[in-house]
Nanobody
Framework: QVQLVESGGGLVQAGGSLRLSCAAS????????MAWFRQAPGKEREFVTT????????YYTDSVKGRFTISRDNAKNTVYLQMNSLKPEDTAVYYC?????????????????WGQGTQVTVSS
């Protein structure tokens, strides 16, 4: 069992930045591809970005390309999501996720562990 704990969410004005972190409980963290999903009010959970086991390959959904950056530090069992130029439509609960496969995009069916989510609210 791997526990994922997100942090770093909050309220920010449009155009601002936030950095989300997701800490994993197991040393086997480096054996999982990691991803971020988000769910806005009244909408289904959607894929945002994913990173492979070594951190050398990443993939983003079109709406966040050029604004969001995913990275990981396997020594710290942590994955990050740097979010810049935030827009009101980025408002959602953001979930960290672990997968045994790296796929682009990553389907929620591939996820073996989910974090509890962290709220990101972007005001206009």
């Amino acid at each position: 069992q791997v526990q994922l704990v997100e942090s770093g969410g909050g309220l920010v004005q449009a155009g601002g930045s936030l950095r989300l972190s997701c800490a994993a409980s197991r040393r086997t963290f480096s054996t999982y591809a990691m991803a971020w999903f988000r769910q806005a009010p009244g909408k289904e959970r959607e894929f945002v970005t994913t990173i492979n086991w070594t951190g050398t390959t990443t993939y983003y959904t079109d709406s966040v390309k050029g604004r969001f950056t995913i990275s990981r530090d396997n020594a710290k069992n942590t994955v990050y999501l740097q979010m810049n130029s935030l827009k009101p439509e980025d408002t959602a609960v953001y979930y960290c996720a672990a997968s045994r496969v790296y796929a682009t995009p990553l389907d929620g069916k591939n996820i073996v562990y989910w974090g509890q989510g962290t709220q990101v609210t972007v005001s206009s």
